[in-house]
């Protein structure tokens, strides 16, 4: 089901994940998370933001344990910690957040 931003059709799969990564802007994101029933904060952001760049360096999505271990690396272990991601993202943070940051989904997330 696309995603439909300024009458742009963007594809996604049956779980929402863009079929094309370079589709991705904030306004996708925006609209990902409205979806979601996320409103994204600054500290929502910083956590697309950091997926991002965790994607940018090693080519794929991060499960949970690398997500934590690279947040705290990159932010300090208040935010690099699982209680802080289910705060910010519901459910399963490493999807819901590489869904969000127009990544594929995580390869070893159930």
């Known amino acids: 089901m696309p995603i439909v931003i300024n009458n742009v059709n963007i594809d996604t799969d049956k779980e929402g994940y863009l079929k094309n ?3 991705w802007n904030e306004g996708v994101a925006m609209e990902i998370a ?7 904060s600054d500290k929502h952001w910083e956590m697309v933001n950091l997926i991002r ?3 940018t ?3 794929l999505s991060p499960a949970m344990r690398p997500l934590v ?3 705290a690396s990159k932010l ?3 935010k690099g910690n699982s209680i802080y991601l ?4 519901p459910g399963s943070p490493a999807k819901l957040l590489s869904k969000i940051a127009g990544l594929p989904r995580p390869k070893n997330c159930l």
């Open 34 to 40: 409205r979806q979601e029933g996320i409103e994204l």
């Open 53 to 55: 760049e965790f994607h």
């Open 76 to 78: 300090g272990k208040e």
């Open 69 to 71: 271990k690279f947040t």
């Open 21 to 23: 990564l370079d589709d």
């Open 57 to 59: 360096n090693f080519e």
């Open 86 to 89: 289910m705060q910010l993202f």
